[in-house]
């Protein structure tokens, strides 16, 4: 059975960092399409950034632009989320997706696919939690 499972997540305050894990039982990355989402209580899920095609291919959202950084280690079978300059807005609870297929579109597909098919894998989540 395929198991996406995070971890990482905390508490930090505002301008801090964290990096979230996303580690992989039954799955192989390689050059699948995966990506972190996250869901604040009351607001729809939002999808944060995404890498497909072995990582050469990367695409985030105007809102972590910048500060955030998705990486995988195939190795390991492992994505990650490395998070700087933390705000308030960014506190939500943290999930990562998988495709279950090769996937060789940009990033920004990678994460509109994971956003609207039935198939993706799914993380439980992790919290994270950016005070003032």
């Known amino acids: 059975q395929v198991q996406l499972v995070e971890s990482g997540g905390g508490s930090v305050q505002a301008g801090g960092s964290l990096r979230l894990s996303c580690a992989a039982s039954g799955y192989t990355f390689g050059r699948r399409c995966m990506g972190w989402f996250r869901q604040a209580p009351g607001k729809e899920r939002e999808g944060i950034a995404a890498?497909?095609?072995?990582?050469?291919?990367?695409y985030y959202v105007d809102s972590v632009k910048g500060r955030f950084t998705i990486s995988q280690d195939n190795a390991k079978n492992t994505v990650y989320l490395q998070m700087n300059n933390l705000k308030p807005e960014d506190t939500a609870m943290y999930y990562c997706?998988?495709?279950?297929?090769?996937?060789?579109?940009?990033?920004?597909?990678?994460?509109?696919?994971?956003?609207?098919?039935?198939?993706?894998?799914w993380g439980q989540g992790t919290q994270v939690t950016v005070s003032s």
């Open positions: 997706a998988a495709l279950p297929t090769d996937h060789h579109g940009r990033g920004y597909y990678c994460l509109r696919d994971l956003g609207s098919s039935s198939a993706a894998y």
């Open positions: 890498i497909s095609n072995g990582g050469s291919t990367t």
